[in-house]
């Protein structure tokens, strides 16, 4: 009667490592991005960024964050070892105890509106156009104002709503494939180590769900003269507080 329920042990915890590996290899070996067409912008044939002309497409690599291990085992196969009692763990009391999953904490609650550059999404479009010239943008008419933003020049914030709901970012425009892939990846990293949360990714388009609004992160890649990336932030409600204006170029994000 022992020896079967060993066999049986053995049997569950060699399944147990087989599901565990796979699943370490298809994270290991996972896909990439591709981008057909940038948000709300019409799809068409674009160039590698090489100077050829090719089908439509191109490839965004997705951006893995650190584990903040330096194991080179799976972290899951050394949970079941140290719950088993077996591996590097064996002769040890196996543990009773239920993990907990830690949540990254983010920077916003829902307490607060979302805010650009520091400034809180709320009052009305005039009031918040002025904060904006306040944080050193110029009005260039029809709603919009050019200025820096995250570190690039020459961008251009558009907010809507009254009161304001929304405030779009379009960045300068990048000719080159694998300059617009570079920026695109920067901002996408740095906006996950701010918010400490990872996107909910389609495609091209890679979404934060704050708990007061949601930021995402697109490209328009329709036609090779107009590439660039694009930023909206959503606010999920509207108040009628005032904030501070950020200086260091990550703090804009």
Request: glycine content about 12%; proline content about 6%.
């Amino acid at each position: 009667m022992q020896n079967g329920l060993k066999k049986l042990l053995r049997l569950v915890i060699t399944v147990a490592v087989i599901f565990l590996a796979v699943r370490w290899c298809s994270r290991q070996f996972g896909s990439v991005i591709t981008l057909p067409g940038g948000s709300g912008e019409t799809g068409g044939t674009i160039g590698s960024g090489k100077g050829s002309s090719e089908e439509s497409g191109g490839w965004f690599s997705p951006k893995k964050q650190p584990s903040g291990t330096t194991s080179n085992q799976d972290p899951d196969i050394e949970d079941l070892e140290r719950e088993l009692g077996i591996g590097k763990y064996k002769g040890q009391q196996p543990s009773t105890q239920t993990q907990t999953t830690q949540t990254p904490s983010t920077t916003t609650t829902a307490s607060a509106p979302l805010a650009f550059k520091g400034i809180p999404m709320t009052g009305s479009l005039s009031a918040f156009g002025a904060a904006l010239v306040k944080a050193g943008f110029k009005n260039a008419g029809n709603g919009a104002y050019t200025g820096d933003f995250a570190g690039y020049s020459g961008c251009k914030v558009t907010p809507s709503g009254n009161p304001v709901q929304e405030v779009r970012v379009d960045f300068p425009v990048i000719s080159d494939w694998d300059a617009l892939e570079k920026a695109y990846d920067n901002l996408q990293a740095d906006l996950t180590r701010k918010y400490g949360i990872d996107p909910v990714v389609n495609r091209n388009l890679a979404v934060y769900n704050l708990p007061n609004g949601t930021i995402s992160l697109d490209a328009d890649v329709s036609n090779q003269s107009n590439w660039h990336v694009i930023l909206k932030y959503t606010n999920a409600f509207t108040t009628s507080s005032t904030g501070t204006l950020g200086r260091n170029p990550i703090d804009d994000l």
